[in-house]
């Protein structure tokens, strides 16, 4: 089964090049680019054929865990979400990176994403993008952006007293996101979700503190009444509409504000005054831990071409593939160095605050469970306004621990 | 065809003008809604109004900026037309033993048949998937057309029979009686009547296959195959976190033509085998 | 069929004994014939549906009894019944139990009576034929998903236009529920408007007029006449329909994810099998949907009696 997208130039010239396919995120808007440039600069040894796969990312996730379970020797790059690479390692799915090969992978590269790619200590794919949430405020509304959640919430009810637009915007669905921002939080207490490797549940009283402000955004009537419905297209519409004086969400809201506005009022004058700051902390004297996004590539265990396929993967991970994604598709780099360039600085105004936060992040549960465990959460926090702190917290503990021990069922 | 208790007054065309608007209401207020959405630029896709006020027609030009979903449009033609041809074929034939034959194991094949639809499609796919690739139709129109036509078989064949036992067969033995050969009786009297049910059945299957999204994105891989609700999946919004509204909805909205074209002429069809129904008196 | 036997007796010639045994062996030989045309005609569909379903079948009822990772083929174990024990002990099972089966009953029910109603207009009227037949059948031609996501889109709270600035039904329970029904009802409708009409025009006009002369009015001739000559048509249409409600998936996932106690088995399978890839689980569900469509078409087919296609007695 050999694949030709529009995207590899099928049939093509260079014969005697090897077909090496990529399933991740073909689709990704600078992709293609990145995919052609590497297979030239390969000098005829391989093709990068970029295969399809569904842009969201739980699709992507069903459509090569089929694959990769049944063995597909078609497979050559792997591109996991980053919280899907202990798990790929674990099923052994990727190959490891070793050696002088970890060091090439990782030459340069910020430590936190790093830290995603890595499983048992050893290194399983190479960082490729990362991201992390910004809090995005009206300046408009506030002079000064607010620094803890406590502020945040009084700023909000005091807009609203005076009839401003007040809303808190936050992915509070039943989904992924939700998970993005309650670890954010948790990890801003200092707590954790599951121990080092893994095998136990870790619920204390950091947890239920986090619990209990997602309670209190749920209930002090500072969220949308659709908080509970809210993913990012929802969270960044609250901003766009003016509803919300501050969201939570992701660096591409100016540019994605900035192409509503060419067509929109409303959005061009939200625009006039939207500033980024980092995400708010929860106690006065700890930065925040924001939790991080991002993408991984790898080699494929059962790939024929293994040593093609890492240099394959090297490249479309190189600074220069970094700064054409983060221009085409606004995906953080990975590549510290990368901060200082004019091309990055252009495409995130906001880059020291990306930085700084990209300093002190964190991960999701590094888990061969991760999906798992983040179903199990997202199920039994939801919706945030129905948290009982110290009730929630003990069944997240008896079920992520089944989560962890293969027991029950998903909700 | 004109009911002969129905007199086309003013007075009924009117309430019947008014009972249509009705229905066209029902089928068209969401699809507005959808079309509305695929003319709506950035700015305002959020901004609450049922209508567009600035149309604009980027997303049609986006989805058809290359030809991966033209490619996918035509593979969605192909493979529908063969699979519902191929159901409609196998079906109709088991359909009329059901209906009209005696033979042991009938029962047994309508009840084989039946769990053929019952079970969960979400079980069935990775193994599936497995053996496609084992026999090496993965990504191929055949990989998609032997699973449609087999989860199309059952609602076919159901169908299908309920329908040929309404038939009143004694006309085909009347024809016959009256010197008809049996491929006149058969083409002249039985081929009309069972028109209506096999015109649906096609109609059905087809929309079925038409809006299959499981089976199109599990069982292919490349623009060889891949359908259009397969492709519409990866379509790809500015950035990581951006839905792509306006192609999907432009996409929903170009695949729907095709499948308007086919009931248009399916439904003329339907319409030419209840004329003939009239025979029946 | 009436086996005409004769019995040769003492007051008959050879000769017409020897020519009732001819037209029995005729009559015999009829039958085989018979059933052999009846067994060659439902060969290609059942050695279609076989050979792509026997196996996955077989194989996920195998997988309902192991304990299987797909992530990990080697920690296999057979665990008898113990997946159908956990899942019929978890309150999330019974809580998506009950939303499907409300979701079937009432969506079943809904679209029986705006499909017949639908299907009538389709049949009777006399303006714009085409145009009602055709229009009525774009909501099911429209892709699910798509459907979906826009009545998503539409329900959202500031952004859609059926939800006002201050109202976010997609984040309760009940108002979920209904949208979602509403959502899976618009599309299915022409569904079984159409099996219905092509239903509707078997039946004989003379024979409503008969009826009408009878003295009987429009809504006992419909109920009288029309509706038990429909009786395959509305089981067809009714069975298929409950079978699919029964597994109603992408509504649900798209609209609200399962979230607020909105997940139907099939969503619940989805989270066990594909996205936890616990085979063994998420195997046992479908096993235990199959099975729990399987009584309520059994029930369907033996209510409806004769009038089930493969039952005897049909004309």
Redesign the interface.
């Known amino acids: 089964m050999v694949a030709c997208t529009v995207l590899s130039a099928c049939g093509g010239g260079d014969s005697g090049a090897i077909d090496l396919n990529y399933y991740g995120d073909a689709s990704q808007l600078g992709m293609a680019e990145i995919m052609q440039r590497c297979s030239e600069e390969s000098d005829g040894r391989y093709r990068i054929i970029g295969n399809l796969l569904p842009s969201d990312a739980d699709g992507q996730r069903d459509q090569l865990v089929r694959r990769l379970a049944a063995g597909d020797t078609g497979i050559d790059v792997v591109g996991p979400d980053v919280t899907w690479t202990a798990e790929f390692a674990e099923a052994g799915w990727l190959e490891p990176i070793e050696g002088e090969d970890a060091e090439r992978a990782t030459e340069g590269l910020l430590q936190p994403p790093i830290d995603t790619a890595t499983w048992n200590d050893t290194l399983y794919a190479i960082p490729k993008s990362t991201n992390v949430q910004l809090l995005w405020y009206r300046t408009d509304l506030v002079d000064e952006p607010p620094t803890t959640w406590e502020e945040m919430f009084e700023m909000s009810l005091d807009l609203k007293e005076q009839g401003e637009p007040y809303v808190i915007g936050f992915t509070g669905a039943q989904y992924e996101g939700y998970v993005v921002g309650f670890n954010t939080v948790l990890a801003s207490f200092g707590g954790e979700i599951v121990n080092e490797d893994s095998t136990e549940v870790e619920i204390d009283d950091k947890t239920v503190q986090a619990l209990e402000l997602l309670r209190e955004l749920g209930t002090n009537g500072t969220a949308s009444r659709s908080l509970s419905n809210s993913q990012e297209p929802e969270v960044f519409a609250q901003m766009q509409t003016g509803e919300a004086a501050f969201i939570l969400n992701w660096p591409y809201v100016s540019s994605a504000m900035a192409a509503a506005a060419e067509t929109d009022e409303q959005s061009a004058e939200v625009l006039d005054n939207l500033a980024a700051t980092s995400i708010p902390q929860t106690t006065e004297d700890q930065p925040a831990r924001v939790t991080l996004g991002g993408r991984n590539i790898g080699v494929s265990s059962t790939s024929e071409h293994k040593a093609e396929a890492f240099e394959a993967a090297l490249c479309m991970a190189s600074p220069e593939s970094q700064v054409t994604q983060a221009i085409e598709a606004g995906d953080v780099p990975v590549t510290e160095a990368l901060f200082e360039r004019p091309e990055i600085r252009e495409a995130f105004p906001q880059y020291e605050i990306i930085l700084d936060s990209l300093q002190t992040a964190s991960n999701r549960p590094k888990s061969p469970v991760y999906q798992n465990i983040s179903t199990t959460i997202s199920n039994v926090i939801s919706p945030p306004s129905q948290i009982e702190p110290e009730e929630t917290a003990e069944r997240l503990r008896s079920e992520i621990q089944d989560a962890l021990d293969g027991k029950g069922i998903l909700p | 065809m ?5 007199l ?1 007054t003013p007075r ?2 009117l309430y ?2 008014a ?2 608007a009705v ?2 209401i ?3 207020v ?2 507005i ?2 079309v509305s ?1 695929s003319l709506k ?10 209508m567009t006020t ?1 149309p ?1 027609f980027e997303a049609y030009q986006q989805i058809f900026s ?3 979903f033209t490619r996918a449009l035509i593979n969605s033609i192909g493979i529908c037309l063969i699979s519902t041809f191929l159901a409609l074929l ?2 109709t ?7 009209r ?7 047994a ?23 496609t ?1 084992a026999i090496g139709i ?2 191929t129109w055949l990989g998609l057309i ?2 449609y ?2 989860f199309a ?3 076919a ?3 299908l ?3 040929f ?5 004694e006309l085909e033995k009347a024809a016959k009686m009256d010197g008809a050969t049996p491929y006149q009786a058969f083409r002249k009297v039985i081929a009309p009547l069972a028109m ?2 096999v015109f ?1 059945t096609a ?2 299957v087809f ?1 079925n296959c ?2 299959d ?1 499981l089976f199109a ?2 069982l292919t ?4 195959a ?1 359908t ?2 397969a492709a ?14 306006q192609a ?2 432009a ?2 909205v170009i ?2 033509i095709p ?2 074209i086919f ?2 002429f399916f ?2 069809r ?2 030419a ?2 004329t003939s ?2 025979v ?2 | 069929m009436s086996a005409t036997t004769t019995q040769p007796g003492p007051g008959r010639s050879e000769a017409e004994d020897e020519a009732a045994r001819i037209a029995r062996q005729r009559h015999n030989e009829g039958i085989r014939a018979e059933r052999r045309f009846g067994l060659m005609l439902c060969a290609p569909a059942v050695i279609v549906m076989a050979a792509v379903t026997a196996y996955p079948i077989a194989y996920a009822v195998y997988l309902s009894f192991m304990r299987a990772d797909l992530r990990n083929p080697s920690d296999r174990e057979f665990v008898g019944l113990d997946n159908y024990i956990t899942i019929l002990s978890s309150p999330y099972w019974w809580n998506a139990f009950f939303v499907t089966s409300f979701i079937t009953v009432v969506g079943a029910a809904l679209q029986l009576v705006l499909g017949m109603a639908l299907a009538i207009v389709m049949h009777r009227t006399i303006v714009g034929r085409g145009l009602v037949r055709t229009s009525a059948l774009v909501p099911y031609a429209i892709v699910t998903v798509v459907a979906a996501f826009s009545w998503r889109f539409a329900w959202s709270q500031g952004i859609g236009w059926l939800a006002g600035p201050d109202s976010a039904p997609l984040t309760e329970r009940w108002p979920s529920l209904f949208i979602i029904l509403l959502s899976e009802v618009w599309k299915t409708i022409p569904f079984m408007a159409l099996l219905l009409m092509a239903g509707l025009a078997l039946v004989p006009e003379d024979l409503l007029k008969a009826a009408s002369m009878d003295g009987a009015n429009a809504w006992q001739r419909f109920i009288k006449v029309t509706v038990p000559l429909m009786k395959p048509a509305i089981l067809v249409a009714l069975l298929f329909r409950v079978m699919d409600s029964f597994r109603i998936f992408d509504n649900i996932f798209v609209l609200t994810s399962g979230a607020n106690d909105t997940s139907s088995v099939s969503v619940l399978a989805y989270n066990n099998l594909i996205r936890g890839l616990n085979l063994g689980i998420g195997s046992a569900m479908a096993v235990l949907i199959f099975l729990t469509i399987a009584i309520v078409a059994f029930v369907f087919i033996k209510g409806f009696g004769t009038a089930a296609p493969g039952a005897d007695g049909g004309r």
Do not use: C, H
Request: aromatic residues 12%; hydrophobic residues 50%.
């Open positions: 004109a009911a002969t208790n129905t086309e009924r065309k019947w003008g009972v249509n229905v066209l029902y089928a068209f969401p699809v809604w959808i959405l630029s950035d700015g305002e896709l959020n901004n609450g109004r049922y600035s604009t290359n030809d991966d196998i079906g034939s088991a359909a009329y033993a059901i209906a034959l005696q033979f042991p194991g009938k029962k094949i309508v009840g084989a048949s039946l769990l053929v639809a019952m079970f969960p499609q979400i079980a069935l796919v990775t193994p599936l998937f497995s053996i690739v993965f990504d032997i699973p036509i087999t078989l059952p609602l064949i159901y169908t029979s309920a329908f036992r309404e038939i009143p067969w209506p049910g649906t109609i059905l929309i038409w809006n999204f994105l599990s891989t490349s623009t060889d891949r259009v609700p519409l999946s990866y379509f790809q919004g500015a950035t990581t976190f951006e839905k792509p509204t999907i909805a996409a929903a695949i729907t499948i308007v009931v248009l439904q003329r339907i319409v085998g209840l129904g009239a029946k008196g």
